[in-house]
């Protein structure tokens, strides 16, 4: 979960689940904080150094020791997808030549013969299975609205996979949930308009107000926020939703690793779950402000839909499999319609219409209603978007201090 991702305040480094370093004896005690709160988190891959770390194995303790150092290693291990495979493959000789090659040591150097220790001993201890990391920010996929269903189908498939899922108990119920769910894409001007405004989300009850019936996966043709996310589903329950955000991957392999990577993971991995009751709130500070403000926006009426069908080798494989192919719902921000440059202020004089957007917090009406319109009952109102179209949002003057509610 994104409120896991932890690194070192000292050294940057990201950190190990319970907030110690991949390599204990640093010199150092860590300082976890969240990744976030850093300005530059060095991710690489515990054995190369190079690639994104995408998998990780589960080992004893190793220990390493020369005439120079002593060191001792955690037991777990995050690989890039080129080690992965090496270690899949049983490999632990070309493994070292690959890692010996990138620090520049030759084959006769005492360090060589240290890693390739450690490297075996990864590789011949190593626990059954490996888990698929959820913490962590990849060169992102860009996502295209004909393709959704390719993506969804690919990440159901992960969910019920047999590769466990760093920190992420709920896999069955959502993978089952998504299969139904209906599909949704956001075009890029819309994206913009959630992206800035989501900055500034005010507190939101989450509710079906705002939460499109059913349950929904929708995506972002590319990351949005400080959180970098792809796409967010949710899923109705008892009492509220689960929800789910989602981080892309395109990591720079050759074609043939690349699809095998699509063939495994696909192009989405879980990044942050919440359950929801009716009633709770989102900010700005939650990782789940980008949803809450894309649907705001969506109920305020700013966009419209349109249908758009699968790409047609994806319409295919589905006709052959005797499935029908789902639709996908586009949406986009409207045109913007005709406004009057003043609004009266009631007395006669004119009040100029302002040059930015802004957001209304929540609040409650009193509504008339009744014979005459004389009774009043109170109504919610959600937070909503006001000024002119397509006008820049106002920059909030609110100060948040990290890791304060």
Known sequence: ??????ACRVCGYALNPGGEHPVTSTGHTPQPVPADQLADVYRRCHLCSIGQPIWAYHTDQIEAHSIAASQIYATRWHTCW????????????????RCATVMGWPATDPRTRILAAIHRAIVGTRAPGRTLLTTGIWPPAHLKAGTLPKIRDRLTHLLRGPHLLDRFPSRLNLADSLEQARLYWIDPEFTTLAATAGEQLPAVAVTDRIVPAG???????HPVGRHQLAAASWTPRPGGWQLTAYRSLTPDLPAPALAELRHQIGWLIPAHTADITIGDTLDSGDPLAILATTWLIIAQQLTQAETTTADPPISRAYSRAGRKPPQIRTLRIKAPGRRTTTTSTGTGAARATPDHRYWVSAHTRQQPYGPGRTLR????IDPFLKGPDGAPIKPSTTVRILGQQ
């Open 82 to 97: 080129n080690c992965a495979t090496l270690i899949e493959r049983d490999d632990p000789d070309t493994l070292t030549r």
């Open 377 to 380: 009952r109170p109504v919610d």
């Open 215 to 221: 349950s929904g996966l929708l995506t972002w043709p």
């Open 1 to 6: 979960m994104i409120g896991d991702d932890l």
